[in-house]
């Protein structure tokens, strides 16, 4: 598929999704990337800012089969991967798939799934693939999971490893509307006259597929490499983080700088791109200094601080 198609497909999708969702154009815009690049979603903020809303919607509007998996701390691992179970009329066992075999799961509350729970998920987000009583199956692509979690909220939850959030391409937060937005979600309620919302599909799972592979033809240049790389680098030798971003996050950068490219209907990534898809690809993946929690400094302050401190290149350069 050529670019200038995926980010006309890319614009109808998100006009599809704003007829639903009122005032959010850039968590919008900023999801579908990630799902562009193929990568997985965290979605982190307060209850009823329709985190759900927006990836079952997605989901309609990709026309992907979608699953959604509550999590709580009684959930097993064979409740997300599937398991073995006996037939006694064939005399075998046969495995049933868990409702991670979709091409777009919902897990919900993640951060309510115990540790042993939430690494269930840790095969299938980073190989495609789940292994269970020795035997490894694969998912159909693609498979794309967004999760949700509740900043605020601490008893009964498990907080996520690093590990396990280095996985996530990049975090979104939808935030509180604004009195006119909220105004427009109540006027839409009424005339609806009913809770119940969805989308058509825009696109096919093919034409994801295709979307996702044209990336590839994004020019980068090397000096926005390099800006990358500097990024990277600079949040291990800030003297606030304790740890730094790996190399899977300035390759997650690139890829939404790519996405981001390519929705802004250009064939290459400049120096913005980079900046715009910088917070929600590394401040995720930063641990800072524990001193630091008196100050209430925030990883994502850190990054907006090291982008400016950081010498971004020309974009004539990035032609």
Known sequence: ?????????????????????????????RILAGILANGHVLIEDYPGLAKTLIARLFAQALGLSFKRLQCTPDLLPADVTGSFVFDQRQARFEFRPGPVFTHFLLADEINRATPKTQAALLEAMQEAQVTVEGESFRLEP???????????????????????????????????????EERQILERRRQRRQDEVEVTAVVSREEVRAMQGALEDVF????????????????????????????????????????????????????????????????????????????????????????????????????
């Open 220 to 319: 980068v240049a090397d000096v926005v490499a390099q800006y990358v790389v500097d990024l990277a680098q600079a949040t291990r030798a800030d003297h606030r983080i304790a740890l730094g971003a790996s190399p899977r996050g300035a390759l997650a950068l690139l890829k939404l700088a790519r996405a981001e490219a390519v929705l802004r209907g250009r064939d290459f990534v400049t120096p913005d791109d980079v900046k715009a898809m910088a917070g929600p690809a590394l401040a995720h993946r930063l641990i800072l200094q524990p001193e630091l929690w008196v100050t209430k400094l925030s990883a994502a302050q850190v990054v907006d601080d090291l982008l400016t401190q950081v010498p971004a290149p020309k974009t004539e350069e990035a032609r």
């Open 142 to 180: 693609p498979f794309l999971v967004i999760a949700t979690q509740n900043p605020i909220e601490l008893e009964g939850t498990y907080p996520l490893p690093e590990a396990q959030l280095d996985r996530f391409l990049l975090r979104v937060a939808v935030g509180y509307p604004t009195a006119e």
């Open 1 to 29: 598929m050529k670019l200038d198609r995926v980010t006309e497909r890319s614009r109808d999708i998100l006009s599809a999704l704003a007829r639903v969702i009122v005032g959010k154009g850039d968590v919008l815009e």
